[in-house]
Nanobody, 121 residues
Framework: QVQLVESGGGLVQPGGSLRLSCAASGFTLDYYAIGWFRQAPGKEREGLSCIRRDDGRVYYVDSVKGRFTISRDNAKNTVHLQMHSLKPEDTARYYC??????????????WGQGTQVTVSS
């Protein structure tokens, strides 16, 4: 069964850190570009970061540059999103998605169910 499963979300204080994981089953994650997105209640989905399949090039939206880092762990068939200096406005449900071709800010071709991140004191 083909699945993408996000984990690592939770409640964290402002300024804290979390590491999200996107684990694949049923296929090899390294064959695809992988992106992270988020959506807060009442807001549009936002593309945060993406890592390409071919050259490993990474992209970040301006609001997370310098705070978030995307990386692959091919041995675990997982892509991580390390998040530092979290702010209340980072509160959202976070999703990973794969792209059949390359990173596209508007969205992916296959999605996980998401993991909730809440930044609050």
């Amino acid at each position: 069964q083909v699945q993408l499963v996000e984990s690592g979300g939770g409640l964290v204080q402002p300024g804290g850190s979390l590491r999200l994981s996107c684990a694949a089953s049923g296929f090899t994650l390294d064959y695809y570009a992988i992106g992270w997105f988020r959506q807060a209640p009442g807001k549009e989905r936002e593309g945060l970061s993406c890592i390409r399949r071919d050259d490993g090039r990474v992209y970040y939206v301006d609001s997370v540059k310098g705070r978030f880092t995307i990386s692959r762990d091919n041995a675990k068939n997982t892509v991580h999103l390390q998040m530092h200096s979290l702010k209340p406005e980072d509160t959202a449900r976070y999703y990973c998605a794969l792209f059949y071709s390359t990173c596209i800010p508007s969205g992916g071709d296959y999605w996980g169910q998401g993991t909730q991140v809440t930044v609050s004191s």
